[in-house]
């Protein structure tokens, strides 16, 4: 039903700035919430900030200040801009959609996408 196509990943030193999107395709009218979440080498899968419909965010304790969420419903794309990135920041960055609950036609499960790596060089 919803694709999620995720890019902007790569190399970027300790300091930098990177941007990642995520391309929502498909019938997103199912979409209601979107985020992004990200696993580093042998740790869990973990949020790293969500935005609703509505445009209410949320973000980690380790992202504050540093990572924002911008989200445009019309381009059906989600975005995070990263500054002041740390090597701890390195990880597989996964963009996230979760179902709407008005429309029968939708999946009762969440929307991922395949991930795009982020590596943080010191």
């Known amino acids: 039903q919803v694709q999620l196509v995720e890019s902007g990943g790569g190399l970027v030193q300790a300091g930098g700035s990177r941007g990642l999107s995520c391309a929502a395709s498909g019938d997103t009218i199912c979409i209601s919430a979107m985020g992004w979440y990200r696993q580093a080498p042998e740790k869990e899968r973990e949020l790293v900030a969500a935005i609703t419909s509505g445009g209410v965010t949320n973000y980690a304790d380790s992202v504050k200040g540093r990572f924002t969420i911008p989200r445009d419903n019309a381009k059906n794309t989600l975005y995070l801009q990263m500054n002041k990135l740390k090597p701890e920041d390195t990880a597989v960055y996964y963009c996230?959609?979760?179902?709407?609950?008005?429309?029968?036609?939708?999946?009762?499960?969440?929307?991922w996408g395949k991930g795009t790596l982020v590596t943080v060089s010191s």
């Open positions: 996230n959609a979760s179902p709407t609950l008005i429309w029968a036609g939708c999946q009762d499960g969440d929307y």
